[in-house]
């Protein structure tokens, strides 16, 4: 699965030159995957459910780890935040892979969606149903 988050993010940096604009991308990709699982949960195969969210806690373990890394042109404020909103995607995956509920989607796919928007320097997140 990490091979796949990287694929995808090594194709969209092929179509896209800038950074921010290809992490807003693949935010809204994984917010749009966690919309259609949520919205038709009971066909998908449970393997497909934890594909899904392993995607996104993988994309986030990039957005964190570059975020927080010594190199990091982020103020400190920008890194504890990304690196806060990390470990709870990180906590509410590994909750839902424990118990699937579709309902605590919610949070994980208005996440994605906001820093997307953020990244985009939209003041309203985008809403995909």
Do not use: C
């Amino acid at each position: 699965m990490y091979q796949q988050a990287t694929q995808a993010y090594q194709n969209s940096a092929k179509t896209t030159a800038d950074p921010r604009e290809l992490e807003a991308e693949l935010l809204m990709k994984a917010a749009a995957r966690m919309t259609l699982l949520k919205n038709d949960w009971d066909n998908y195969s449970r393997e497909e459910r934890n594909d899904i969210l392993t995607f996104n806690r993988k994309l986030w373990t990039i957005f964190a780890t570059d975020a927080t890394a010594e190199d990091s042109q982020l103020p400190p404020e920008v890194q504890n935040n990304i690196a806060n909103l990390g470990v709870f995607i990180f906590r509410e995956t590994m909750g839902i892979l424990a118990h699937p509920e579709k309902g605590r989607l919610d949070s994980l796919i208005n996440i994605n969606r906001a820093i997307a928007a953020g990244l985009r320097g939209q003041t309203e997140p985008p809403t995909q149903r």
